[in-house]
């Protein structure tokens, strides 16, 4: 059940096109607002149920350090959801 919960490379490359899609590029960074985050969350939602709910917790965007409109990085946070898929399967 635990190997279930586990986003695969898969999954977390559909993740990383839905982050793309409702990011902004900013010079060489893509960045992603809290609108965006939630809108890939209810996306990634659809597509592979609630098994992502831990990934989009309004407490995790928090952790992210914001620029001074909202948005954090899009790829460290895609760069976390890998790392927390690869710990979890140790």
Known sequence: VKQ??????????DIW???EEFSKQDGDQ??????????????AREMFGGMV?????????????QDSDGYI???LFA???SMRAHMQTL
């Open 30 to 43: 893509l960045k992603i607002n809290y609108d965006g985050f939630s809108q890939v969350a209810n996306k």
């Open 79 to 81: 760069a976390h959801l």
């Open 17 to 19: 096109q839905l982050l």
């Open 53 to 65: 709910d831990p990934c989009f917790k309004p407490s995790l965007f928090a952790r992210f350090a």
């Open 4 to 13: 279930e919960m586990i986003l695969d490379d898969q999954s977390l490359h």
């Open 73 to 75: 990085s899009a790829t």
